[in-house]
Every structure is written in structure tokens, then in C-alpha cells.
């Protein structure tokens, strides 16, 4: 592969095991720079980073994010917030009142803007040759990571994601394998017989990834998603975004 950028995008992973060792001011200022770079629904910005990387303030976002002690051994957590707060101003400025915090389509622009945030963040840190995981587990007491970082209303902290310098080991390991990419892209329709036997097909290429890396322990495919998505895993998600001053009110 010649092309670096897809070099990149190709081997990536996520990364939980770190070295300790610091992530630069410098570097951390041009990632933070880079990941501004990505594009906004109209414009609007609508996306802040919050970090630390206090290491106290590591361990118990550690705790609240479900016990996940990998976080802890990062040497910076970044969040991605969702800031209608920011947007909130300039509307109010010509005397008008927002209200898109209050719709399914704001929280839709939010949580896109702050997954392409995310990713924007952890090619940008890779590039530098950091590893970083995204930390979903930030939803699982959001009043809490909210309390953290002092997050005012119409601000919800929608993703996390771990930077630190990876061990050698992580940096070898082979790459999560995924579904048939004739099951992942479609041509003018849904194919629902090709993403069955795709899906189908993952539990055992996953079994065997597992087998042969020697996490054959681990619980398959179908038994992490289905006790993820049997269920609602973060319930205090719809409590927090309405006292946040969310609200799903379209019509
Ligand atoms: C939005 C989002 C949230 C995630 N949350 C977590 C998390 O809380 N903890 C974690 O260890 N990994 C988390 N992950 C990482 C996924 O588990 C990982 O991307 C997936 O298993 C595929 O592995 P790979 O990234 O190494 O290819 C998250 C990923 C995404 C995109």
C-alpha cells in the first residue's frame, strides 16, 4: 500500500493497553487542531472537547465508565460534547430563541457531529503514532461525567476517547476482523439476504479470530450484541439529556 492516509485508515484499531509514557503538549495541540478540521451540520459547531489528564480524574472516569481500568492507564481522556450552548449564544444574540436541543433531529446533528469529532480525534492521534479507544461507557452515568467537567445545560457528553503512547504488543496486534464488505455496502438496494449471511457468517470468523488469538474465552458475537441490545445497556441516557434540556418535541 503506497498511500499513507489509507495505510492508516486500514490498520487502525483501538488501543487499551498503554505505556505510560506522556502524549506531548504539542501533539496534543495539533491533534485537537486537525480534529477542528471536520465538518459541522451547517456549520454550526456544535461540537466541544473537554480533557484531562489529571490522573485521579482518569481513574474515577475509569469507574463511572463501568470499571473499564484501561481508561485509567491513558494518558489524556478527551470528551466530545455535544454544545447547542455554543450555538445557543449566537442565536440569542439577534433576539431569537433556540430551540433544535429540543428535537429528535438536534440530537441527530449532535450525535453525528460527534462521531465524526471522534473519529477526526483518533486518525489525528494515530497519525502521530498514538493509540486511542472511543469510550462509549462515558453514557452509563452521564450525570456524573457531566458533574466532572462542569458541562452547563444544552451540552450533553455524547462519546469519550483514550489517547496514550501504545505498548509494543498492542501496536502487533492483528486486526478485529469484520463482516463480509458485500454485507456492509450495497448497491441501490437493501439486500436483506446478504447482510443475513453476512452477519451470520461474522460469528464464526469471529470465533475463529478469537480461537487463534487466543481470546477464544471471550463471549461471541451474537452473545455480546445480544446482551448489549437485548436490553437498553446505559438506561440513564433519556433522564440526563432531558435534564441537560433535551427533549424530543419535532412536531
Ligand atoms: C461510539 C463507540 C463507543 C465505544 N465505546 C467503547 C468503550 O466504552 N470501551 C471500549 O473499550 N471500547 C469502546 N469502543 C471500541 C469498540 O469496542 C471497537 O471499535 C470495536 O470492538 C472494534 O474493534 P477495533 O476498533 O479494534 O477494530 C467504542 C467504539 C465506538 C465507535
Known sequence: MENQTLKQLQNRKSIRHFTGEAVSKEDLETIFKTAQRAPTSINGQQISLIYTRDKEKLKTIAELCGGQTHIATADVFVGVVIDFNRTDIIVESIGKKQIIEQ?????????????????????????????????????????????????????????????????????NAPLKPRISLESFVMQETYDREKVRNGVLGYEQILKTFRDTTGSGSMPTYAKITSSNYADVYYRKTAKSLVAQGFAFKDE
Open 103 to 171: 428535537s429528535a433531529e438536534g440530537i441527530m446533528v449532535g450525535a453525528v457531529d460527534a462521531g465524526i469529532m471522534l473519529h477526526a480525534l483518533q486518525v489525528a492521534a494515530e497519525a502521530l503514532g498514538y493509540g486511542t479507544t472511543a469510550i462509549g461507557g462515558v453514557r452509563k452515568d452521564s450525570d456524573a461525567i457531566i458533574e466532572i467537567f462542569n458541562l452547563p445545560k444544552k451540552t450533553f457528553l455524547a462519546v469519550g476517547c483514550t489517547i496514550g503512547v501504545p505498548t509494543q504488543e498492542a501496536k
